[in-house]
C-alpha cells in the first residue's frame, strides 16, 4: 500500500515509523508546514513541505495514493477529507472533535473507498474494545469508558502536563459530552460527573468530556441502558480546569488558554495510558459483570523512544490501515464499532500494544518495554 501522512508531528512521525515496521505497506511520504521537522532517529523516506490550506499541492500529494492519514490539527481535517473525497483515496484521521465527525461522515455517503475518522486511542480503541463487550451479552444495563493519558509523575497543582495536542485537550474539556441515559441519547455537560476510582491501587478521578465515546450512542441507543465515556485524571485536576474554563471564563477564549498551556505547562514523555471498560448485563440469567483494564507505558523502537500516548495512539490508526490493507473495512462511513475486537488484536499493533494476551517475545517490533 502507498500511504501519505499528514503532520509530522510526534504522533504522525510514530505513525510512518510503524507503518515502516509493517509488511502491507510499502511507499509512506509524509507532508507538513515545516521545512525540517525534527523526527528524530527515525528519518523518513519521503517529505515534503507544504501547506494543507493550498489545495493543488495537496492534491498532489494525496493524488495516486491508496490511504491518507491526518495527523494534522482537527480544524484541518475538513479540508483534507474534501481532497480525499474528490480523489477517491481512503481518508482515517485522529480526531475528537465531532462537528467534524459529522462533515467527514456527510462526504463519505457517497465514497467508493472507506473513510474512517476517530482513530488512535479514545475515540479510536477504547470504542473497539467496549463495544465488543457490551456485545457479550444480551441484556447491557451499562457501559462505562474511561481513558486517560497522565504523566507518570507530577507535583504542580494541575496533577498534570502536556503529552498532546493542548487545542484537542482544550476542545474535548469544552464541548457537550454525548451519553446514553435509560437507553436515549442526551447530552452530558463537560467537567461534571465527577467520580472516583481505584486502579492498581492509585486513586484517579473521571469526569464527562466530549469525543471520546464516538458514534456509539447512535449505535446503542435503545439497546444499552447507560452508556458514557469520561476522561481520567489524578483527583483536583477537574476543579482546577473548572476554575480556568468557568470561572475566568477562559473557555469561551480556549486560544488564550491553549497560548498559555503551550507557553506554561511542560511537555512530558513520562507518561501512562489508562484503560478502563466496566460493562454491567446478563444473558437471561443473574446480573454479571466484566471489565477491561490495561496500562499501556512508553517504549523503545528502533531506537526512538516513543511515550504512552504516542504509542497507543499511533496503535490504533495503524492498526485500522491493516485491517483496510486485507479488505476487512467497508466503503464509505466506518465506525468504530464496526470492528471486532478479535480482528483489532490480530493485527501487529493492535496486539503488540492493546491485546492482553500479549507478551513481550523477539518477535515483537520493540526493544524493550519500560
Not at 475528537?96 to 480503541?125: H, S, Y
Not at 483527583?235 to 491553549?258: E, K, Q
Request: net charge negative; aromatic share 10%; charged share 20%.
Amino acid at each position: 500500500m502507498k500511504i501519505t501522512i499528514l503532520g509530522a508531528g510526534k504522533v504522525g512521525t510514530t505513525i510512518a515509523l510503524m507503518l515502516d515496521k509493517s509488511d502491507f505497506c510499502s511507499d509512506i511520504r509524509i507532508g507538513d508546514i515545516v521545512e525540517q521537522p525534527d523526527f528524530g532517529r527515525f528519518v523518513p523516506r519521503a517529505y515534503t513541505q507544504l501547506d494543507i490550506n493550498d489545495p493543488i499541492a495537496l492534491a498532489k500529494l494525496i493524488s495516486g495514493r491508496d490511504a491518507v492519514v491526518s495527523a494534522a490539527p482537527f480544524y484541518l481535517n475538513r479540508i483534507i477529507a474534501e481532497t480525499c473525497a474528490r480523489e477517491r483515496v481512503a481518508y482515517f484521521d485522529l480526531t475528537e472533535d465531532v462537528e467534524t465527525t459529522a462533515f467527514i461522515r456527510g462526504l463519505a455517503q457517497k465514497a467508493a473507498v472507506p473513510f474512517v475518522p476517530q482513530c488512535g486511542l479514545a475515540p479510536g480503541a477504547i470504542n473497539i474494545i467496549g463495544s465488543s463487550y457490551a456485545r457479550m451479552f444480551k441484556t447491557v444495563r451499562s457501559l462505562e469508558l474511561r481513558v486517560g493519558a497522565l504523566p507518570l509523575y507530577a507535583s504542580n497543582s494541575m496533577k498534570y502536563y502536556l503529552s498532546w495536542s493542548t487545542a484537542g485537550l482544550i476542545n474535548e474539556y469544552c464541548q457537550l459530552a454525548e451519553a446514553l441515559y435509560n437507553k436515549c441519547r442526551i447530552n452530558a455537560m463537560p467537567l461534571e460527573g465527577l467520580e472516583r476510582l481505584t486502579i492498581d491501587g492509585t486513586e484517579y478521578e473521571a469526569f464527562n468530556t466530549s469525543g471520546g465515546i464516538a458514534t456509539m450512542c447512535e449505535t446503542f441507543e435503545g439497546c444499552v441502558g447507560d452508556l458514557n465515556y469520561k476522561t481520567i485524571r489524578y483527583p483536583g485536576h477537574r476543579d482546577l480546569m473548572r476554575f480556568l474554563l468557568h470561572d475566568l471564563n477562559l473557555g469561551r477564549n480556549r486560544h488564550v488558554l491553549t497560548q498559555i498551556f503551550d507557553q506554561e505547562v511542560p511537555l512530558t514523555e513520562q507518561d501512562v495510558v489508562i484503560m478502563y471498560v466496566n460493562v454491567v448485563g446478563s444473558d437471561e440469567g443473574p446480573v454479571l459483570q466484566r471489565n477491561f483494564v490495561k496500562k499501556i507505558y512508553g517504549r523503545l523502537i528502533d531506537g526512538t523512544t516513543l511515550s504512552a500516548i504516542q504509542l497507543s495512539t499511533a496503535a490504533g490508526l495503524v492498526a485500522m490501515l491493516e485491517l483496510f490493507s486485507r479488505g476487512r473495512l467497508k466503503t464509505g462511513f466506518v465506525k468504530q464499532e464496526d470492528i471486532a475486537v478479535e480482528d483489532f488484536f490480530s493485527t501487529l499493533w493492535g496486539h503488540t500494544v492493546y491485546d492482553p494476551a500479549c507478551e513481550k517475545s523477539p518477535h515483537h517490533p520493540t526493544d524493550r518495554t519500560d
